[in-house]
């Protein structure tokens, strides 16, 4: 089973809508989370971490559900130029690196 | 949060060559990742590179192939070897930064021919 499991998509979502993208890590060890944006043919670039109250940052809410050993990801307001392909990243107690999912694209369509 | 430089951008190679990627740190770091991107898929961890030791290789990944420097906090190379058309891939660099999270390179897109 992969570390970090993502809904791939795409996700083709219109304008102002709502989109959540969910992630699920399959080692209880993991203690840190984060979601990661990349444009294409870029590098990836660091949305938000995740903690296990939730946290928001303007338009974007993340969770964190430990029990079921998911993150989550909102949208509110999509935008252009959210269209991305986002990562869920984790990492694992006694590791030192990041484990990615493949990543879920998402599209805002005008 | 730190920035790294990483080059070349990208490179067309003949099979069988070798390529060095360079990343550069404008801020002192303890570990290094290099991670490979193929196309469609998300990163995989090659190494993890520690200055004044030999890097530690991730399951699938051996030195021989991916040979690996890290002369001081700031700089690492990677290289590699003997390349096959199945190492065409996007390449990437990467350090820890604090309650940054990880920044990377803007990673280097290999063609191998």
């Known amino acids: 089973r992969k570390e970090v499991e993502q809904d791939p998509g795409p996700f083709n979502v219109p304008e102002g809508a709502t989109v959540a993208f969910n992630c699920t890590y399959s080692?209880?060890?993991?203690?840190?989370f984060f979601w990661y944006r990349q444009d294409c043919r870029k590098e990836p670039k660091l949305l938000m971490s995740?903690?296990?109250s939730g946290n928001e940052d303007g338009r974007f809410t993340a969770q964190l559900n430990r029990a079921s050993q998911y993150i989550s990801l909102l949208i509110r307001d999509s935008k252009l130029s959210d269209s991305a392909t986002y990562l869920c990243?984790?990492?694992?107690?006694?590791?030192?690196?990041?484990?990615f999912g493949t990543g879920t694209r998402l599209t805002v369509i005008p | 949060s730190a920035v790294i430089s990483q080059k070349p951008s990208r490179d067309i190679c003949q099979r069988g060559t070798s390529l060095t990627i360079q990343c550069q740190v404008d801020?002192?770091?303890?570990?290094m990742f290099w991670y490979r991107q193929q196309p469609g898929q998300s990163l995989t961890l090659i190494a993890t590179?520690?200055?004044?030791?030999?890097?530690?290789?991730e399951s699938g990944f051996v030195i021989d192939k991916f040979p690996i420097s890290r002369p001081n906090l700031t700089f690492s190379t990677l290289t590699v070897s003997n390349m096959s058309p199945e190492d065409s891939s996007i390449y990437l660099c990467?350090?820890?930064?604090?309650?940054?999270?990880?920044?990377f390179g803007s990673g280097t897109r290999l063609t191998v021919v």
């Open positions: 990467s350090v820890e930064w604090g309650a940054y999270g990880y920044t």
């Open positions: 080692n209880s060890a993991s203690q840190s």
């Open positions: 995740v903690y296990s």
């Open positions: 990243v984790v990492i694992r107690t006694g590791a030192n690196n990041l484990f």
């Open positions: 801020s002192q770091v303890t570990m």
């Open positions: 590179a520690n200055q004044g030791s030999e890097a530690t290789y």
